[in-house]
């Protein structure tokens, strides 16, 4: 008995120490916090601290939940974490669905039970959950002509697959936005890394919605895979949406060596507003929320804002400064001189999503 006594209570205290190190494991400072902000926590694949994980984070900056990855999922894959993972949050299931990028797509749960819904060395950036119990997914980094987007089934079985190839064959038609240094900067050439796909999103209708970022553009497209309708001249854009307004995307707008990256505002009129330009370093998170709002994730912040782009909650990396974004317009040093701390420096942050409030 008393053996057994003493197992319980070591056990009791291994978790209670195991509580106090997530508890008080803090990420972020927050800058904003409104009473009428979405007070739900974020999680994303941990691109900060160096450890394999998927991280919680509540409204005050703590990490109140983690999962580790097994060893097995990530040994061959550390360094692929940098280059586009992705995470959703399944409400119904109180799941978290994910992508390693270059390896594939899991769903683990609360217990930290896993599984593997797609083996893909081509997946990278975004991934959806369909409500026929399919998967859309991009493959952003395949070379010109190969399939950009598939839509998959549990078992699968890929069933419908897109590629801009058929329908934009001339790139360079898309790259009058940037400048001649921009381009050798930030596109290939021979076909590698072609059109950069990072965002995809079906409706009900059967329409999808395709993020090009290598064309400056994110396209409407139908069943058929035919392009409905285009949105050019977005420079690098990133999580482009569908809103009650029209749509929502991000860009990274340059100009005589100022980063003057912004959210845009389309209109269904065809109307265009930058908002919060300058402010923060490429954005490649949008989320829309339920109250009509959008939490944002760039580089080093995550925060909540409306159409207009009031800011709601806003909180940023421990290990950079509230307005070291704001600060590059005014830069002496380069980027990665700023940005020289994280993980995945000096682009550490990804995309975050909203799960569930802890009280």
């Known amino acids: 008995m008393s053996l057994l006594v003493t197992i319980v209570a070591s056990l009791f205290i291994s978790l209670t120490n195991a509580t106090k190190a997530i ?6 400072n927050v800058v904003t916090s409104d009473p009428s902000a979405d ?3 974020v999680a994303f694949v941990d691109t900060v601290t160096g ?12 990490v109140v939940w983690e999962w580790k990855f097994p060893d097995k999922l990530i040994s061959k894959r550390r360094r692929h974490i940098c280059k586009g993972a992705d995470i959703k949050y399944l409400h119904s299931s109180d799941e978290i669905l994910f992508i390693i990028p270059r390896s594939g797509a899991y769903i683990v749960n609360r217990a930290g039970n896993y599984k593997t819904v797609i083996e893909d060395d081509k997946i990278t950036h975004d ?39 058929k329908y934009f064959p001339n790139r360079k038609l898309f790259l009058k936005v940037l400048s001649n240094r921009r381009k050798r900067k930030n596109l290939k050439s021979d076909g ?17 919605l395709i993020s090009l970022r290598n064309f400056n553009m994110f396209v409407l497209v139908g069943p058929d895979s035919n392009p409905i309708k285009t949105f050019q001249n977005i420079s690098f854009v990133h999580e482009p949406h569908k809103t009650t307004f029209g749509y929502i995307a991000a860009d990274r707008f340059a ?15 065809g109307k265009r507003t930058k908002l919060l330009k300058g402010q923060f370093k490429t954005v490649r998170g949008i989320e829309s929320l339920p109250s009509g709002r959008f939490n944002i994730t760039s580089v080093g912040n995550v925060f ?22 704001r600060n590059l317009n005014r830069r002496t040093k380069s980027v990665r001189k700023i940005f020289n701390k994280g993980r995945c420096r000096p682009l550490n942050l990804y995309k975050v999503a909203k799960t569930k409030l802890y009280k």
């Open 51 to 62: 450890k394999d994980r998927i991280v919680e984070v509540n409204m005050s900056g703590e």
């Open 23 to 28: 508890s008080s494991e803090k990420l972020f």
């Open 127 to 165: 991934i959806d959950l369909l409500p026929n119990g399919n998967f859309i997914y991009t493959r952003g980094f395949v070379n010109k002509g190969d399939d950009e987007v598939r839509e998959i089934t549990p078992s699968g079985k890929v069933i419908w697959k897109w590629s801009h190839a």
């Open 304 to 325: 909540e804002i409306n159409s207009e782009g009031k800011i709601f909650q806003q909180m940023h990396l421990k290990i950079m400064k509230e307005d070291t974004e």
């Open 255 to 269: 100009k005589k060596g100022h980063l003057l990256h912004s959210i845009i505002k389309i209109t269904n009129e």
């Open 39 to 41: 007070k739900r926590a």
């Open 192 to 208: 590698i890394d072609w059109a950069h796909v990072n965002g995809v999103e079906r409706y009900k209708n059967g329409n999808t």
